[in-house]
């Protein structure tokens, strides 16, 4: 390579191609052209690639949430304008509930996630023996298959065989519906959700604590702060950046939660919907009933809590990297 | 004794992280602590680890067993769960579809992903990277209509191609997201000094920069094999009878009016071991793609 003139120039000098051979020249002259727009060459096909498949089929949620369109997209369907958001938003049975389960499922799931999180990533961040033994068990979780974790669960939870009202039993408290209570389900699938991805939360923070620097927590302990207080005047604090990622990453996905909620509860959320969220709503609405308008003006609605939310703590974020 | 051993246990893994060393001479708290702490490691390790044993136990019972609370954990074990499983449900069809469309989507993918997260990162394109980044936030129900209308007009659902394609739509982000992180973290100095030695800066790319990054490579092709043979929304939708993949397979499991639970369990486990196993011999990759870009201000 480095015996042939360097591409640069041989871009810049147009005579020197045509005097080296047409093959060479040729191949000289992309090889330039290659390096000269390697920014887009390289990211262009991945770009293209995604564009395609999101800014197409989003294009057509958005058309399609303006129709009547239903039983089959190829039927022939009208304009009717936002008809589908005024039927969705004044939708006090099935839509507003879904709001509040998913609201409710990411909410609760990420507080008891950050905090107990933080509290097995403070056990891990000191070496101890048999450290390596913890971390495996951690991984398990994290990369069980959604939907046999939910299978998993559905036993467990079985109100007569499932082993956690055996074990209710042993202390003489009387079995519990679980799953398959309407008041009870949703809680049990956050359980669900949060046994899951706890460890994503503890990996991600572990790694915020391995990162700081000991001198602010040395200095703390020499002025005589206790524990309790260097973990919330000087750990935390500097630790808010990384538990910030941490909500933002395992908060998309628990707003969007599906699997385990489907492999539980199956269509429509149980049948009184009652682990029906926003994702499982919309799911059932396009697959299971085939009203294409209105999941679709769903879905976008769905879409802008997403962005929202997302947006709301990206702000927080660089205010508190500041 | 105690003290003893401590030290030596000690020594190799204050090497591996430099900061705590001093902390270890002067422990944090008195003898109270340190057994609190070793009971609520035990009481974490439980919580996690147990469901799934108890998942492996009841694969190994027969349906009677499962029912009779007094052998919850004493019984005869049987393989017939795993044999019914396995052999009259055709799971090894199914265990092959799930690692072909893992396999070929994360391959692509990384082919795709790769040099575009080189170019994000060398590039600082940021808004560009945020297009690719967009896929992780869209809710896959919206894409999945317009993708069902135009792919069953084109006869390829229930192919392989739409399955790949659609894991390919998880993965790339993935991959772009954790490939960005770690060419960010890669020093530049090395091209440079590799294109001042006469080679083009597409061949410092493919000479020095791609064999440095062969653990970030694999990180992202880890993580990405993992979360599309997890990936059960795409499939339930888009494969057909020939192409099902093994959520999917687990999932028509409970469709039938009563649930036969030995078998339910067989499968769940033989879906879940096959990435345990890859789990624990890429313990490192797998944590450091999940906590890719995390730490970063």
Partial sequence: MSVLTPPRNARSQPGSGRNAGPARSAGENFSAWANRHRKWLFAAPAMIFVGVLIVFPLAWTLYLSLTDSQGSVRAASEFVGLENYLTVLSDGERFWPAVGRTLTFTGVALVCEVVLGMCIALLLW?????EKWVRVAILMPLVATPVAVGMMWRLIFDPNIGFVNQLLGMVGIPPQPWLSGQDTALGTTIFMDVWQWTPMVVLILLAGLTSLSEEPDEAARMDGANAAQRFFLI??????????????LRGIDALKT??????????????????????????G?????????????VLILFFMIIIGSMWLLTMRKKAVSK | MTVLSKNTETAPQTAARPAPAPRRRKPLGTRAYKAFRVAALIGVVLFLVAPLFWMLLASFKTNVDIYDTGKSFFFTPTGENYANVLQRNNYFVFIFNSFWVAFVST??????????????????????????LMARVIPGVSLLVPWYYVFSNLKMVGGFEVLILSHMFVSLPLIVYIMMSYFDSLPLELEESAQVDGLTPIGAFRRITLPLSVSGIATAGILSFIFSWNNFMFALVLSGSKTKTLPVA???????????????????????????IIALFTQKYIVSGMTAGATKG
Avoid at chain 1, 261 to 277: D, I, M, N, P, Q
């Fill in chain 1, 126 to 130: 000191r070496p101890f023996r048999g």
């Fill in chain 1, 235 to 248: 750990t935390l604090p500097l630790m808010m950046p990384t538990v910030i990622v941490a909500i933002l």
């Fill in chain 1, 258 to 283: 599906f699997d385990i909620l489907y492999a539980t509860k199956g269509k429509g959320g149980g049948s009184f919907h009652e682990v029906e969220t926003l994702n499982v709503y919309a799911y």
């Fill in chain 1, 285 to 297: 609405l396009s697959f299971d009933y085939n009203q294409y308008g209105l999941s679709s003006a």
């Fill in chain 2, 107 to 132: 391959a692509l993918s990384l082919v795709l992903g790769v040099p575009a997260a080189y170019a994000m990162s060398r590039f600082t394109m940021h808004r560009s990277a945020l297009v690719v």
């Fill in chain 2, 250 to 276: 687990i999932f028509d499991f409970v469709s039938y009016a009563s649930i036969d639970w030995g078998g339910l369990m067989a499968a769940a486990t033989v879906v879940t071991i096959p990435i345990m």
